[in-house]
Nanobody, 114 residues
Framework: QVQLVESGGGLVQPGGSLRLSCTAS????????MGWYRQAPEKQRELVAT???????NYADSVKGRFTISRDNAKNTVYLQMNSLKPEDTAVYYC????????WGQGTQVTVSS
């Protein structure tokens, strides 16, 4: 059974930082491209960042220079370091794994507010 379990969300003030983690089980993690997506209320889910199995990264324009995606294959974990957070970053953040199939985590809430 495949599971992607996100953690690290919470409430943070504008300008603050959070680090999200997503730990996978039931897949050969190292061969999967991993990604973070987010969905704000009444908006469509959007890509935040992706990292290939060779660690090539890609970011949405809205987070470039502020967010960093990384992976640790030994721990079956992908991270999203989020700095200089803005209120518009408020959303549920989802972990995604892609290879022959696509899997999603359950999501973790990030709220940026003073």
């Amino acid at each position: 059974q495949v599971q992607l379990v996100e953690s690290g969300g919470g409430l943070v003030q504008p300008g603050g930082s959070l680090r999200l983690s997503c730990t996978a089980s039931g897949i050969t993690f190292r061969i999967y491209a991993m990604g973070w997506y987010r969905q704000a209320p009444e908006k469509q889910r959007e890509l935040v960042a992706t990292i290939t199995r060779s660690s090539t990264t890609n970011y949405a324009d809205s987070v470039k220079g502020r967010f960093t995606i990384s992976r640790d294959n030994a721990k079956n974990t992908v991270y999203l370091q989020m700095n200089s957070l803005k209120p518009e970053d408020t959303a549920v953040y989802y972990c995604n794994a892609q290879f022959s199939n696509t899997y999603w985590g359950q999501g973790t809430q990030v709220t940026v507010s003073s």
